[in-house]
């Protein structure tokens, strides 16, 4: 339950004693003691900062799983590529479970960020940019599918 906080704290100078008088004002339907302006820029970059998460996660997932197909001779070579696979599929499933809204968004990130993983993956590899499609060779679907590990063609 929240607490009732008696001094109002400014934004600029006390954030987190903000957030608790804003809280308790909320929970006490005091619209009056509310500072709408800041309420509104905090929450909005909450769903941004849930769709940056979101989109860092997939990076890392794409690179890990063009690593898995195109360097299948490391993969028991003390390389953790099955763990951050699994890792990253773990918590993009829980943003999306806490923002199913987000899941519409996946395809378009993939596609998007993709050359950039594509880049980053040869340069971690040191296997030519050229080793890996153009494109991003699977679906959405499967990059988050617990049961997809993809191999080269």
Not at 2 to 7: D, I
Request: with cysteine; glycine share 4%.
């Amino acid at each position: 339950m929240l607490g009732e906080v008696t001094s109002v704290a400014d934004y600029d100078t006390d954030f987190f004693e903000w957030t608790q008088h804003q809280a308790a004002a909320l929970a006490a339907g005091k619209a009056s003691e509310l500072d709408w302006a800041n309420l509104a820029e905090e929450i909005e970059s909450l769903g941004k900062r849930d769709r940056r998460e979101l989109r860092s996660r997939l990076e890392i997932l794409v690179m890990h799983l063009l690593k898995w197909c195109y360097q299948p001779e490391r993969r028991q070579t003390g390389h953790s590529w099955s763990s951050t696979i699994w890792e990253q599929r773990g918590r993009i499933e829980q943003i999306l479970e806490d923002s199913p809204s987000l899941r519409r968004l996946v395809p378009d990130m993939i596609t998007q960020d993709y050359q950039w993983v594509r880049q980053r993956t040869s340069d971690e590899t040191g296997l030519l940019r050229e080793t890996f499609p153009e494109l991003c060779p699977w679906t959405a679907e499967e990059v988050l599918d617990v049961t997809f590990w993809p191999e080269p063609d």
